[in-house]
C-alpha cells in the first residue's frame, strides 16, 4: 500500500517568491491535514480537510498562505509571497476519519522549504 | 487547552541500555496519548498510542509507555536499545471526542552509542 506522497522533497526559493506543495494521502483516507515543523519544534497544525472541506484552518496565516483539497483527495498547500520565517519543514498527513478522533495519523516524508 | 512537555531535548544511551524518554502533558479533558517516530529523512510513524483502555500499551520495536493520570505522565520505555532506535521521538496529546487534533511535543532525539 503505497504512503502518502508529497512533493517536492526541497524547495529553495528566494524571499517574496511564491511555492506550493503537493499531497497525495494514503487512498481512502478522509481526512488531511497539513502541519508546519520548524527546526527543533514538534509539528504544528496548519489546516484540516474532511473530504474537501476545510474544518480547521485557524492556525493557517491567510494572509499568505492558501490551501486546497479539490474533490476530496490530493491537497496543494501555497505561500504566496514567501518570508524568510516560512524556512520550515511541510508536513502532509492523512487518516481515516475515525482516525481523526483516535489521532492515528499516517505522515509523508516531508517538504522542506528554504527561503534565501 | 493541551499541551505536552517533553523533558530533554537529546538523550544518549548505550546499546542494550534502558531507554527512557519522559512526556508529560496538560488536558482539560480526559486525553488520548501518542508516541511517534520520525527517523531520518523518513515521515513521523505512530509507535503507540493510549485511547483510555489499558495503561500500559505496547507498541512497536519493543517500546512501551505508562498512563499515569496522579503524575500527568506518558513515559515511553525500551528495556534495551539497539542502535536502529536512533530517531526523534515526538509525544503527543488528543483532548479526545470527534474532530479533535494533535498538540505535539517538541521532540526528544535519541542517541544510541556502542
Given at each position: 500500500?503505497?504512503?502518502?506522497?508529497?512533493?517536492?522533497?526541497?524547495?529553495?526559493?528566494?524571499?517574496?517568491?511564491p511555492v506550493a506543495f503537493w499531497c497525495n494521502p494514503i487512498s481512502g483516507h478522509n481526512t488531511l491535514y497539513w502541519y508546519l515543523q520548524n527546526l527543533g519544534q514538534g509539528p504544528e497544525l496548519l489546516i484540516r480537510y474532511e473530504n474537501e472541506e476545510a474544518v480547521d484552518d485557524s492556525q493557517l496565516p491567510k494572509d499568505r498562505f492558501s490551501a486546497e483539497r479539490l474533490k476530496g483527495v490530493d491537497s496543494t498547500l501555497k505561500i504566496q509571497p514567501a518570508e524568510l520565517g516560512d524556512s520550515a519543514v511541510y508536513l502532509c498527513a492523512?487518516?481515516?476519519?475515525?482516525?481523526?478522533?483516535?489521532?492515528?495519523?499516517?505522515?509523508?516524508?516531508?517538504?522542506?522549504?528554504?527561503?534565501? | 487547552a493541551q499541551s505536552v512537555t517533553q523533558l530533554?531535548?537529546?538523550?544518549?544511551?548505550?546499546?542494550g541500555?534502558?531507554?527512557l524518554l519522559r512526556c508529560n502533558y496538560s488536558s482539560s479533558v480526559p486525553p488520548y496519548l501518542f508516541w511517534y517516530v520520525q527517523y531520518p529523512n523518513q515521515g513521523l510513524q505512530l509507535l503507540l498510542k493510549y485511547t483510555?483502555?489499558?495503561?500500559?500499551?505496547?507498541?512497536?520495536?519493543?517500546?512501551?509507555?505508562?498512563?499515569?493520570?496522579?503524575?500527568?505522565?506518558?513515559h515511553l520505555t525500551k528495556p534495551s536499545a539497539h542502535m536502529s532506535d536512533a530517531a526523534e521521538y515526538?509525544?503527543?496529546?488528543?483532548?479526545?471526542?470527534?474532530?479533535?487534533?494533535?498538540?505535539?511535543?517538541?521532540?526528544?532525539?535519541l542517541q544510541v552509542t556502542l
Open positions: 500500500e503505497a504512503g502518502v506522497v508529497q512533493s517536492p522533497r526541497y524547495k529553495i526559493i528566494e524571499k517574496k517568491q492523512s487518516s481515516l476519519v475515525a482516525g481523526a478522533r483516535t489521532g492515528e495519523l499516517f505522515f509523508g516524508e516531508g517538504s522542506r522549504l528554504t527561503v534565501l | 530533554g531535548s537529546h538523550v544518549s544511551v548505550s546499546e541500555a534502558l531507554v483510555s483502555a489499558a495503561t500500559l500499551v505496547k507498541g512497536i520495536n519493543g517500546f512501551e509507555a505508562e498512563f499515569k493520570k496522579s503524575e500527568t505522565s506518558f515526538f509525544c503527543a496529546v488528543s483532548a479526545g471526542g470527534t474532530a479533535s487534533k494533535l498538540t505535539f511535543g517538541t521532540g526528544t532525539r
